[in-house]
Each structure stands twice: as structure tokens, then as C-alpha cells.
């Protein structure tokens, strides 16, 4: 590119569908990862990441992922962000269809951008963190001062003073100040959907509330739409709008925030609630609900992936793939059971404790116990 046909500034994202148009939709993504094994080194298997996975993130809201680790969380946010080819399904921006045939992946990934919850490894040491934030735009035709300009007002945004740190090099700053560059960063192409994997996990706890709360602040200030991953349920029930909770590679649950943690519908979910720390000495359990490790995803249990571990599980269980049912208030759960009488229709837990279900004190089986009647 010459310096003539260089851009002062990136053109404003367009919104094309309107707000009744979800910004994302993800339809039936799957990912199976095969794995070599043996003396001839053939496929021997294939670890079933991520499995039939639809849902739709509205413009301007947080949608948060939550599950236990090897849930599928990154391999989901690889997926949209079309970092690795899915097995089978189809990601829809703003109503488009994303890649051959639909939207170029150039244009998608301005509009979408990602963090990771490493901040040294997604920034180049080499380079400056001016220079890292100047990168992208520059790429995309905005004129070296203009995008050095873009470097520092976004440095200024994320809470760095530009005198005090756009020359610095990743290794000179702290684990905090290095991810709020990466915000920075992923700013920088002017995007409407952030997909934030992870962002605060490697943080101390202090810094933590800090980045959450600047999360929070640009997602108004510039008027995006988060998808936001943790393992930790606080973070993800501070930050999100609705939650969508995974297990063993597919959707157990989904619906707004509050409703779920008041009123989880899926056993799962239950239990993940049942098992985070309470701050309140009333509503401390000496022993965690929920046991045992996943089953592996190269061999998950037959018809529901829970039931392993799931102390309501019946013979259909082992049968039948239990799919998305709606409930009220736009809650769904993906349970066989959740309509049938013998179940409770929610499983309640003490307002606002987040650890106690009212009504059933062991939701969990130990696995091992739980697979003899599998
Ligand atoms: N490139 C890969 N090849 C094989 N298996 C993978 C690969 N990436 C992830 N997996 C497996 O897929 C499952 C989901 O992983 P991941 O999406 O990273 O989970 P999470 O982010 O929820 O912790 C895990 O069992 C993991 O080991
Ligand atoms: S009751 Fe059955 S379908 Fe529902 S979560 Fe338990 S095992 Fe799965
Ligand atoms: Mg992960």
C-alpha cells in the first residue's frame, strides 16, 4: 500500500440487520478433533470437543460460557472466531453467513476480535505496545500516524497513561497492565463483538475486579457485544447478561443470568452452583456437590452426557440425547427430566447463597458409583 491510498481513520462498523438481528448465530457447531494411535499411526479415535452447539448472541449484551475445564469453552470461541474448521455447523454475523460463500474472514475479523487469558503470548516482544496496538490498523490501510494516534487514545482508554507506556516492550509491564493492552488492542480495528476467553483468569484477585470493571466501562463506552468465557461462575454472573452452561461439549443450559442462578433447571448447573465458595458462613457445605472428574470426550457416555454423574438419571437417560427444551422467561436445558413430575421443575437454591438447593441436598453422584447404573 503507498502512502496515497493510505486511510485517515477506519470506517465505522455498519449495523446491517438492525437490533432484532442477533449479532452472532451459531447453528450445530461441532468440532471433533481425530487422534492417531498405535504402531501404524491411524486414526485411533476422535475427542468429541465440541458437539452440535446453537445459540444466538443479541447486539449490546454479554453472553457468558461457563463449565469445568475441557468443557469445550475455547474450542467453541476458535470456532467462531474461524481459527480452526469445524467438523459440521455454520456462524451467521449480523444475519451473514461467516466465510466460503457468505462474509470474507478479512471483514469478519476486523468486527470481531478476540482476548486470551495469557497476555504475554498474544502480544510480539519485539515490538512496542504502541507498535502491537498500531499493528492491525495499519494493515487495514489507516496511515502509520493516524494509527499511532489510534495506539495512544486507546492506551488512554484502557486506563495506561501514553506518556508513561506506549514505548514500553510486553516485558516491562505487569500481568494487568499487559492484558489492558490487549483490550487495547483488540479495540483497535473499531469491533462490535469481542470474544473474551479466559481475560481475567491469570489475574491476581484485586487486579482482577479493576480489568472486569474496564471490561465493563469500554463495553458501553464503544458500544459492544461480549462473549465472555470463565470457569469462575462469580465472574461470569457479575459480567453477563445471560449465561450459556456447557458440559462435556455440549449446551447443558441457557438463559438469563439471574433466572439460572436463582432457578438452574439443569442438574448440572445445580451442581456447579452448589459447588462455588460462599462468602456466607451460613451457606458454607463441608463437602462440594459436585464430584469426580468428566468422562472423556473420546468415549462420552451414551444419550445424556451428565448422567454419569447425575443422581436423577433414569434408564432413557442412557438412551436418549436430551435436546434444548424452552422453559419460561427464555430459559432452556437440554434434561429429559426437566418436565417430569418426579423432578422438580427448577432446582430452587436459597436466595442469593448460590450454594444450597432447597431441595435436593446430593445432585451429584460420584461418577464411579453413578457408571455401575449407566
Ligand atoms: N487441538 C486439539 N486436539 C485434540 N484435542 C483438543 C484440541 N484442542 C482441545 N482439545 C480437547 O477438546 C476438549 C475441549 O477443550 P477446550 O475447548 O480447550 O476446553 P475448555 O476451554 O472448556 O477448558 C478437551 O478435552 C481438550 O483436551
Ligand atoms: S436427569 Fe437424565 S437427562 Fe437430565 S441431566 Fe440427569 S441424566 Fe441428564
Ligand atoms: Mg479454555
Known sequence: MTDSEAVADLPPPVDLGGPAQPLLTVRGLT??????????????????????????LRKGETLGIVGESG??????????????????GEVLFDGQLVGPGGMALKDYRRQVQMVFQDSYSSLNPRLTIQESIAFAPTVHGLNPLAARGRAQDLLQAVGLNPTQFARRYPHELSGGQRQRVNIARALALRPRLIILDEPVSALDKSVEAQ???????????????YLFISHDLNVVQYM????????????????PVDQIYDTPAHPYTAALLASRPSMDPDHRREHAPLT???????????????RTRCSF???VCAQTVPELAPLDRG???????????????HLEFSPGSGAHPKKHTAPIKQAAQARGAA
Open 71 to 88: 468443557c469445550g469453552k475455547s474450542t467453541t470461541s476458535r470456532l467462531i472466531m474461524s481459527l480452526i474448521l469445524p467438523s459440521a
Open 292 to 306: 469426580g472428574d468428566p468422562p472423556n470426550p473420546v468415549n462420552p457416555p451414551s444419550g445424556c452426557r451428565f
Open 331 to 345: 430459559q432452556a436445558a437440554a434434561c429429559l427430566m426437566v418436565n417430569d413430575p418426579r423432578h422438580s421443575r
Open 211 to 225: 480489568v472486569l470493571n474496564l471490561l465493563s466501562d469500554l463495553k458501553t463506552q464503544f458500544g459492544l457485544t
Open 240 to 255: 453477563s447478561d445471560r449465561v450459556l452452561v456447557m458440559y462435556l461439549g455440549r449446551i447443558a443450559e441457557i438463559g
Open 31 to 56: 468440532k471433533h478433533f481425530p487422534f492417531k494411535g498405535g504402531m501404524l499411526g491411524r486414526t485411533a479415535g476422535v475427542v468429541q470437543a465440541v458437539d452440535d452447539v446453537s445459540f444466538e
Open 313 to 315: 438419571a433414569e434408564p
